[in-house]
C-alpha cells in the first residue's frame, strides 16, 4: 500500500481531532477511522464516516411496535429474528462510508452493487499513479474445471513465472508509454517542450485492468450486508473477496449484533428448494434414498448432500 | 404536537449523553438534535442523527481531481459549482435521518419519494393515538381557477365553520368507532369482556386519511434536495410544504453553503426552454415581441415573463 | 368491481387492436392483456403491456457466458439455476405493467416496495369514486394471538355484523360529507350556488382508508418476484395478498419457466440458520436432540421442525 | 464493427419473426429492430426490445388527472407540459432495451447511471474478443487548458502517428500476453499441452481499457432522458457522446413527441440561477451592466451571456 506522507500527516491530523457529539458513537470503531488497512499489493480500505450502530436497527424496527415495544424481546434477539425473517428495512438505518483503494478490475465488479454512493478518482482530470496489482504467486490459478467461472489448481512454478514477469512487463511498458503520451512532470508542465501531450481521458485508455483507482463509497448497512453475502463467498473472485472479509471485520466492530446475526443467518445459512425440504423429511423419516429418487438434479444434490454433511 | 411525558424525558436523556467523536461534527445541528420542532396541530420533525456536512460534499468532489486538488477553488466556489452543473454524486456523501408524525394523506405523497428508508410506525401492530388533523381556518379554500390542482380564494367564515365541523365529527366518530371495534385498553386487555374485538389491521380502515401517523426517515443530502425542491415549492399541498420548509431550516444548521448555493441554483432558479431563450435573445436585442411572436404558448409566455419582471 | 360503460368499451376497443411486431410476443398472457380481474368487492388487476419472457431471462444470462454458451444446458435448467443461486439480473430483463384498483390502506403497504414506478390517481385534481373496501364476513376476524400482528379467530356472527354496520355507516357517511364539502357535480359544477365548495385536496382528508384508489404500477421481473415473494407469504395482510396471488397467476401465463423455479426456490423453500443445519445434521446423523440441546430459540426451533415435518 | 456470421444469420431470422400483439407497437422502430447501428472503430447499439410509446407517458399523466382528463389538452402539450414541469414519473412507463458494444473505458462512465439492469459479457467465463478502440486521428487532442477534463487543439500530424503506434502497439503486444497466458484454442483446448494456462478471471487484468466489451442494457424512458442530457452533452467524452447521440436517433423513432419535448426542455434549455435572474431583468429593463455589477462569478457570466448572446 502506497500512502503519501501528505496523506499520513492528514490522517494523523484528523485523528486529533475530537469533538463532542450528541449522536451514538461506537469506540470499537472510533478507534480504526480513518486509518488504512492495506489489502493486496497496493490497495486498502479507510472507514471514514459512520452513522448509526446495532441500536439504530433496533429503534427503528421499534417504531413499528408502536406502544408495544415496552415489552418487546431483548435487543440480540430482535436483530436475529429481523434478519432471519428478512425484515430489511430497520438495517437501512446505519450508514457507513469507506475510502478505498482498489484494482480497476475489481473495481468494475464492485460497481455492479448499484444502491450506494460513489465518487472515484477521475483519470480524465488527474494522471493516475503508476500502481498495478500483479497476483502473488499462490493465487496464480489455471481455469476451474468444475466451476466454470473461478480457479482451480496452482499453476507449475516456472509458468507461474512467466506469467508474473508478463504481467509485470506490460503493466510497467502500458504506463510507462501513457506517461509519454500525457508529456507532463508532476505539476503539470510539459516534459518535452515540442510536443502537446495527448488528453488525460484518452490517454488513460492505455493502461491495463489491473492499474488502482480509489473511490470514497457509501452504503448502508442492509445494502452492504447484501454485498458482503455476495462478495464475501467463496465464489466470488479472490479480488474482491479480500476487500469483503475486511469489511466484515469491519462490521463486527461497528455493529456486533448484527454482525452476529449475519454469520448465523446469511453467511452461514443453507436455503433448502421445496423439493429438497421433500428430500430431507424422508431422510429424516429413515428413507434411504439417492439423487434420483430425490427429483434433485445432480447438482443440487451434490451441493445440498455437502451442506447437511450426507454422503454423496 | 403531542409528545409523552416518557417521551419527553427520552429526549431529555439523549441531550445529556455527549461522547467524544473523531468524526466531523456540526454544533448548530447538535443543538437541535432529538428536539421535537412543532408543525401543524400535533405533527413534528426531530432530526435523529447526522453524517458528514459541507465538507463531505467538497471531500467527495476532490477525490475526482486527485492530485489536482491542491490548486482548486474555495469550498463556496466549488459547492455552487457542482449544484450550478448537476454534479450531483458529491451530495449523497452526507446523510440525514429525522422522526417525523405527520398525517397520513401527507405521508402518502412524501413516500413517493423512492430513494430513502423509511420505518413507519405500524398500526398492524399497534392502536394508533387519536390524533387527526383539522386545518387552521385560514387554510380553508376553495378549489383553484387557474390551476387544476390546489387552492384558490379562503372560504367564506360560515362554510369554513361548517367544513371544520364535519371534519371534526367525522375523525371523532371514526376514531370511537375505531376504539369499539379494537376492544382494547392501553394495556391490550378486553374493555368488553364478550366480545372479541376486531384485528388491529382491520378495524384501523376506518381512520381517515387526517389521521396522524409517524416514522424515521432517512435520506442523503442530495435526495434531500430533490424533495425539498419539489415539496418546499409553492405548488405542493400547503401541509406537505410545512414540513419542507422546516427540513429547509435544519439545512441552514446543518451544510450553510449547500443551502445557498441551493436556494441560488435550484429554489431561486428559472429555466428557459430553447424557445424561451430565443425569445430573451430578441428582447434583450431589442425587439418588441409578444406572445404570439415568441412561438411560446400563453402559459410558458406567462410563467417566463412573470419570473423576469415583464409586462405579459 | 366498478367499470364504468367508458371503459368497457376502451377495453373492448384495445383488444380489436392486433399489430405486428417482431418482439417476443407471450400468447396466453396476450388473451388476457387489459381485461380486469375482479379482486375484492371493487378492485381488479388489469395488465396493460408487458416486455420480454422467459427467454429474455435466458438471453441475458447467456450474454455472460459469451462464446461458452453454445454448451450450456437448457433453458429450464438455466433459469432454475439462476433461481437458486441468486442471480438476479437476468429477472430484470423482462417488465410488466398492470393497472391496479385497490383500497388505499393496501395502497399504502404497496408503495413500500420502491423499485417501481407508479402513476397513482390523483385526489388533488379529480373527485374520488364513491367505493370502499367491506371486508366479506368471513374475514373479521380477532387478533391473533400467537403472532402479534395478523388475525386469529373469526368474530361471532353478531360482533361481526356490528363491525360491518359500523364500517358501512362510517364510509358513508365521511364520503357523504366529503361529496358535500366539494359541493361539485358530476361535470364539476356547484350544486349549491351559495357555496364556494372546499379544495380537493383538503376535502379528501374526510375519507376513510378504506376508500378505493388506482394506478399504473410497472416494475420488473426480478422486483416482481421479490413483491410476491413478500406479499403472497401467509404472514402478508388478507387484503393484499390476494392482490399478490392474482399476479402469481399472471406471472405462470407469462413467464411459465420462471414461475415453476419461483416456486421451487423462493415461495416453496426453506432457509436453516448456521444452527439449524448443525441441528439437521445430527438429526440425520441419528442423534436425539430437542430444542434444548439444539441451541436454537424456542420459535426458531419450533418453526424449522414444522418445515421438516418432525415433531415439536 | 465485428459481427460474426452466426449473428447476422441470428439478426436476421430474429427479423422474420413477425407476430400479432395487442401491445402498442411502433413502425419506425420495428423498422430497426435487433439491427446494429456501427459506432467508433468496432461498437454499436442494436434495439432488442422496447415497451409502450408516446402514448403510454400521456396514458399515465392523465390517470392522475381521473375523471378531468376529458377537458385535457392534445397529447403534444401534455407531453411539453410533463417535461417542463419536471413531472417526470409518467416517463417512467415505457421502457427500453439496447445491446451495446462498447470500449471499457467508456462502460466504466456509463455503469454510474445506476437505475438501469445491465447484463456484461463476463471475461470470468468467457475469452474477450481481440478487438481495442483507436481513436481516429482526428480524435487525438491535447488537453484541454481552459477545461480541466475534456480535449483541446488536435494534435500535431507526428504526434498523432507516434501516440496511435503506442496504443495500438501495447492493446496488440498486451493481447497477444493474454492469449498466451490463457493457453485455449476456440473450442478452450490447450494450445500448448505443456502448460495449464491461467484462470480467465485472472488473465484479462492484462488487457487495456481500450478492449471492447458487450452488455444488454435495459432502462425506462425518463432514465434514459437522464443519462441523455448528461452523456449527449458536449462537456461529455467524445466516445460515450456518439453512444448519446445513436440514442437519440433512437429516441426520435421511438417517442417523436418525447423527443421533441426533450430538445425544448432538456438539451437546448437554459438554467438561470436567482443571480442570473435579477441580471436579466436588469438588462431588460435597460440597465448597462457587466460582470462586476452582475454579482456573478466571471465563469457565470461567461456561461449565461454566450447562452443568451450578449457580448461577454
Do not use: C
Request: aromatic share 8%; no cysteine.
Amino acid at each position: 500500500m502506497t500512502l503519501s506522507d501528505a496523506q499520513k500527516r492528514e490522517i494523523d491530523e484528523a485523528r486529533q481531532g475530537h469533538a463532542a457529539t450528541l449522536r451514538p458513537t461506537v469506540a470499537a470503531l472510533e478507534d480504526i477511522l480513518f486509518q488504512p488497512i492495506p489489502l493486496l499489493d497496493h490497495g486498502f480500505i479507510r472507514v471514514i464516516d459512520y452513522m448509526g450502530d446495532d441500536n439504530a436497527v433496533v429503534q427503528a424496527a421499534r417504531v413499528s411496535y408502536g406502544r408495544g415495544t415496552k415489552k418487546v424481546s431483548e435487543d440480540r434477539g430482535l436483530i436475529h429474528y429481523l434478519m432471519r425473517h428478512w425484515h430489511t428495512t430497520p438495517f437501512e438505518m446505519a450508514e457507513i462510508k469507506v475510502h478505498v483503494k482498489l484494482p480497476i478490475f475489481v473495481a468494475r465488479q464492485w460497481i455492479r452493487h448499484r444502491t450506494a454512493s460513489v465518487n472515484e478518482y477521475s483519470a480524465r482530470y488527474s494522471v493516475l499513479d503508476r500502481e498495478f496489482y500483479l497476483p502473488d504467486e499462490a493465487q496464480l490459478k489455471a481455469q476451474a474445471v468444475t466451476n466454470r467461472q473461478g480457479r482451480g489448481d496452482g499453476l507449475e512454478p516456472q509458468e507461474a513465472a512467466q506469467v508474473l514477469d508478463l504481467l509485470r512487463g506490460d503493466a510497467e511498458q502500458t504506463y510507462a508509454n501513457y506517461a509519454w503520451m500525457l508529456n507532463e512532470d508532476q505539476e503539470g508542465a510539459k516534459v518535452d517542450p515540442n510536443r502537446d501531450g495527448l488528453a488525460r481521458e484518452l490517454a488513460r485508455i492505455n493502461l491495463t485492468l489491473g492499474t488502482y483507482t480509489q473511490w470514497y463509497w457509501k452504503t448502508n448497512l442492509h445494502n452492504l450486508l447484501h454485498f458482503l453475502r455476495l462478495r464475501a463467498d467463496p465464489h466470488a473472485q479472490y479480488e474482491i473477496r479480500v476487500y469483503a472479509e475486511a469489511l466484515v471485520d469491519v462490521l463486527a466492530r461497528w455493529v456486533p449484533l448484527t454482525h452476529e446475526a449475519f454469520l448465523e443467518h446469511r453467511l452461514g445459512s443453507v436455503t433448502l428448494s421445496a423439493s429438497a425440504v421433500k428430500t430431507i423429511r424422508r431422510l429424516l423419516a429413515g428413507e434411504k434414498i439417492g439423487q434420483t429418487e430425490s427429483g434433485l438434479s445432480p447438482r443440487e444434490w451434490r451441493e445440498v448432500m455437502t451442506a447437511l454433511d450426507q454422503p454423496i
